[in-house]
């Protein structure tokens, strides 16, 4: 995006939740250079967080996991089920499987470690206030490397049933608002769906996922 494209549309509001309060100055300090990204509030716990979300109604929630009292897992859970239009980005140090798995059974959109670059930050801010999961390249092939495929069995059998169902739609170019209408589920369980389908596939983009659906058969038939 161009700072004059970034420019034309109202920016995307962003609240950093992290216990630190030197990376949260500096997060603020990053996303102040880049174009359509305001940052409208801070706070260093799942309660502080929650509340701001509440008082503020950010685009995007930046959320560390590990914090004080309330921690960003549980954070996150409840701004997906009460702020459903606020997008979680989870952006912490920790890589570990059973992290990754709560933060997706919790409803995180994305998923970056605290090393990723400037660019891949705010392309995966944009990409989940965007209705898009994105997840950092070694996340992803990290939980890619726990699972074993089986040569004789169905094609993607780490998807679940409706995961394979919607990643079939996504490949025959529905969008998730006509994915949700087809399966009578919100469009929040759909994004949920698509951000697990992303981290089992190992795949950072709907255009990469797509490509691995239709190599395995998918979304070809008339809709």
Known sequence: MTPQQADDRAPIRVLLADDHPVVRRGLAALLATLPGIQVVAQAGTGEEALR?????????????????AMDGVEATRRIVRDYPATAVLVLTMFQEDTLVAEALRAGAHGYL???????????????VAA???????AVARRV???ITVDPDVPSLPQLSPRERQVLDLIA?????????HRLGVAQKTVRN??????????????????VMARDAG?????R
């Not at 701001?52 to 004080?68: G, K, Q």
């Not at 990723?116 to 944009?126: N, T």
């Not at 209705?131 to 390249?137: E, P, Q, T």
């Not at 998918?218 to 008339?222: A, I, P, Q, V, Y």
């Open 218 to 222: 998918l979304g070809r038939r008339d």
């Open 193 to 210: 769906h698509i951000s697990a389908i992303f981290l089992k596939l190992g795949v950072t983009s709907r255009g990469e996922a797509i």
């Open 113 to 127: 470690l605290k090393v990723a670059e400037q660019d891949e930050i705010e392309r995966a801010i944009r990409a």
């Open 52 to 68: 701001e979300v509440v008082l503020n109604r950010p685009d995007v929630a930046v959320m560390d996991l590990r914090m004080p």
């Open 144 to 146: 890619l490397g726990r």
């Open 172 to 180: 025959a170019g529905a969008t998730n608002e006509s994915i949700a």
């Open 131 to 137: 209705g898009d999961a994105i997840f950092s390249s």
